[in-house]
């Protein structure tokens, strides 16, 4: 089976940290980011979950709320022209 070469820029603190980890796995680098492309096949999709923690989204969870007081509120439906006159009101 023939081989091909694969390149990326990665910072260098992150390929230091990352090689110490896996110095200390017993891997090096190139053996692990062939186990990942090999699981990554095997799975046929990434074999880790890719959800972000809720903890690390204030943004997020703060549109949600957002959107939950508007359809309490019932104003889900307003044009950005209208939000922008609500604001404006406020700051009065």
Do not use: H
Not at 6 to 11: M, N, S, Y
Not at 28 to 54: D, H, V, W
């Amino acid at each position: 089976m023939a081989s091909t070469l694969i390149q990326f820029r990665t910072e260098d603190t992150e390929k230091i940290k990352s090689i110490q980890i896996l110095d200390k796995l017993g891997l090096t680098l190139p053996a692990y980011l062939k186990m990942c492309m090999s699981r990554l096949n095997q799975e046929q999709g990434i074999p880790f979950s890719m959800k972000l923690n809720e903890a690390d989204t204030p943004g997020i969870r703060a549109l949600e709320k957002a959107g939950k007081i508007a359809k309490e509120y019932n104003i889900s439906d307003m044009s950005p022209d209208e939000i922008n006159a609500e604001i404006a009101d406020v700051r009065k």
